[in-house]
């Protein structure tokens, strides 16, 4: 009997997904655990793999957004008899349709209608996240030649449109004109979770640390030829994991009628990408080396700024990091990730003044800020914490 596929919830939260396009085609052998589509969620594009052996033998939905449960293929062995009729379609967003694969004869014809050129009345063909990327870039899809199958616009094709220069002939918006930019999904989930971090009763302490012994370390890691570099986040990321698993109190997670502690510091860091924030986790920071800190972290930010993370690697963080420094800010306060009990923004290194014994002496600063959820933090419960990191930045032998 043939295996029904079901979109599957990716991550919490996930209520459904649009699929991008499928990696094998019907009739197609197909092994379990193969790489069979890819599915566009909030955060993430990525490749999703089959719950089953043999061969597809429908595909139910084509493309589009599909709810979480919804049956989009049937896998069996070759020869098996399926139903005439496939599970309907997901619904379309309006003024948006996306092309559907329905019951056989009927719907192939709706599905082979040629794009238009601009000049005729046919329907445009492109995949989901190719008419995202248009309007969030502001492409016209009907400008472009496609170069997916049967002539689909595919995201690539938007990406180079966007990439190469305007016309030199292009007429200048008028002056003063609003530009009106549709949310992506992205940005309608970072709005939503920022509003849930609005409510919970935060607070903010801050300190400043000295870089001395910091900066020494991590240049002697760079003199070992150590690649990727380490960089000073990383090193942070190191001395903040052994001081959460001093202070577990602030390595946990509000759950309403609950703190949990957690026993691994599985540290988060922000990372600014053209879709949006994101924040991608590296596991058991306490058990890794900062060379080691270097090369997760290079990974995960190459990802996230390539669109080829998974939804594994933003889940389960413990504790956030911020850092501004690169751009010049000297300090700034992050908003909470809940449910996170804590996150840590860190500001720039400074040369600054600073009187020691009596002389005056030019020392490198850099301010953090702690933001905690005072449901699962106290304010002294937060400046232990912040003390212990300020010691293990000007003492890292004692974290390390």
Avoid at 206 to 216: N, Q
Wanted: proline share 7%; charged share 25%; glycine share 8%.
């Amino acid at each position: 009997m043939a295996t029904e596929i079901k979109l599957p919830r990716l991550g919490q939260g996930m209520e459904s997904g649009t699929i991008v396009r499928w990696l094998k085609s019907e009739g197609e052998p197909v092994e379990k655990g193969e790489p069979l589509y890819e599915l566009d969620t909030d955060k993430v594009t990525q490749e999703v793999e089959a719950d089953a052996s043999g061969v597809l033998l429908r595909i139910a939905v084509e493309e589009g957004e599909v709810e979480v449960g919804r049956t989009i293929a049937l896998i069996g062995q070759e020869g098996e008899s399926v139903p005439d009729e496939a599970p309907a379609p997901a619904p379309e967003e309006p003024a948006k349709p996306e092309a559907k694969r329905a019951a056989p004869a009927a719907q192939t014809l709706q599905q082979t209608v040629a794009r238009s050129d601009g000049r005729g009345g046919g329907r445009i063909k492109a995949s989901p996240l190719a008419r995202r990327i248009a309007r969030e870039r502001g492409v016209e899809l009907s400008s472009l030649q496609g170069t997916g199958p049967e002539g689909r616009i595919v995201a690539e094709d938007v990406e180079r449109a966007a990439a190469a220069p305007a016309p030199a002939a292009a007429v200048p918006a008028p002056p003063f004109e609003a530009e009106v930019v549709p949310l992506t999904s992205l940005r309608r989930t970072v709005a939503r979770r920022m509003t849930e971090a609005w409510q919970a009763p935060a607070f903010q302490i801050s300190t400043s640390a000295d870089m001395t012994r910091a900066l020494a370390i991590r240049a002697r890691l760079v003199e070992r030829g150590d690649t990727p570099k380490p960089t000073i986040s990383d090193l942070l990321t190191k001395v903040s994991a052994a001081a959460l698993m001093r202070h577990r109190e602030v390595n946990a997670l509000y759950e309403g009628d609950a703190v949990r502690l957690l026993a691994s510091a599985d540290i988060g860091m922000a990372v600014a990408t053209e879709r949006g924030l994101l924040v991608p986790v590296i596991r058991g920071c306490e058990r890794l080396t900062i060379p080691e800190i270097a090369a997760a972290r290079a990974d995960l930010v190459e990802r996230a700024r390539s669109g080829k993370l998974q939804q594994a690697d933003l889940e389960g963080g413990s504790f956030t990091i911020s850092n501004l420094g690169m751009y010049g800010v000297e300090q700034f306060v992050a908003v909470l990730n809940p449910p996170q009990a804590a996150i840590l923004a860190v500001g720039a290194v400074q040369e600054t003044p600073v009187a020691r014994d009596g002389a005056v002496e030019i020392r490198p600063l850099m301010t953090m800020t702690l933001t905690c959820d005072h449901r699962s933090v106290d304010g002294a419960t937060a400046a232990d914490f912040l003390r212990t990191l300020k010691t293990f930045l000007e003492e890292p032998g004692l974290a390390l």
